[in-house]
């Protein structure tokens, strides 16, 4: 059996979340595509009339829940890159740190 990757020693926790972000982005565009696919049966449900269901409230459920999706993927979108600019925030520093270090010694 192998060693999930966050027991590995160069795994850190902002690794581990990364993977977790893009993870929960490929399920929610995942989710939109099933969604939008969905939305095509019930419109040739609809237009056939062979379907005795409410299509109109399955047809709004299921555009609410994509609308929710690409919102939650969005505001996930921009999380992923808040943290790639605290990274590179980050790593400047250390490397300012460094030189000065340097310049010291």
């Known amino acids: 059996m192998s060693t999930p990757d ?35 049966v019930v419109c040739d449900q609809a237009s056939e009339g062979t379907c005795e269901d409410d299509l109109g409230l399955s047809y709004s459920r299921i555009a609410r829940a994509i609308r929710q999706s690409v919102i939650l993927h969005a505001k996930l979108e921009e999380e992923c890159h ?22 010291a010694g």
């Open 6 to 40: 966050a027991m590995l020693p160069s795994a850190t926790s902002a690794d581990h979340q990364d993977r977790h972000a893009r993870h929960a982005w490929r399920m929610l565009e995942f989710a939109a595509e099933r969604g939008v696919e969905l939305l095509d």
């Open 82 to 103: 808040k943290s790639a600019e605290r990274k590179a925030t980050e790593a400047a520093q250390c490397a300012t740190q460094a030189e000065a270090g340097r310049r």
